[in-house]
């Protein structure tokens, strides 16, 4: 099991099979190995605290940064406004995978 698989949104199993079909759809089960991605309902629900953990490593310095030279409040939340955009959708993605390698390293022990 390697970093780049991870990163990649391969699956933890095989490092080969998408996770993902769609920007926000999973498949149930990995289309090369048949590892089942969704072990029970609910089971992605520590993602929602890695997603938040990774946005707020963002935001946070990005609101430090603004902060210090002096942007107006207005400015800092039309950019971290414009930068969620973006960023929500590949944080919801990655957040997702680095918890099913997570559980599935803990699996293996």
């Given at each position: 099991m390697s970093f780049s698989s991870m990163m990649t949104l391969k699956c933890p199993q095989c490092e080969e099979g998408k996770q993902f079909k769609g920007l926000f759809s999973m498949y149930?089960?990995?289309?090369?190995?048949?590892?089942?991605?969704?072990?029970e309902q609910g089971y992605f629900t520590a993602a929602i605290f890695i997603g938040n953990f990774l946005y707020g490593l963002i935001v946070a310095p990005t609101i430090l940064i603004m902060a210090a030279i002096d942007e107006p409040v207005w400015k800092i939340a039309l950019?971290?406004?414009?930068?969620s955009l973006f960023a929500v959708p590949l944080?919801?993605?990655?957040?997702?995978?680095?918890w099913m390698y997570m559980d599935y390293i803990t699996e293996e022990s």
């Amino acid at each position: 099991m390697s970093f780049s698989s991870m990163m990649t949104l391969k699956c933890p199993q095989c490092e080969e099979g998408k996770q993902f079909k769609g920007l926000f759809s999973m498949y149930e089960n990995c289309p090369q190995c048949g590892y089942k991605y969704e072990k029970e309902q609910g089971y992605f629900t520590a993602a929602i605290f890695i997603g938040n953990f990774l946005y707020g490593l963002i935001v946070a310095p990005t609101i430090l940064i603004m902060a210090a030279i002096d942007e107006p409040v207005w400015k800092i939340a039309l950019v971290l406004g414009g930068f969620s955009l973006f960023a929500v959708p590949l944080i919801f993605r990655y957040a997702r995978s680095i918890w099913m390698y997570m559980d599935y390293i803990t699996e293996e022990s």
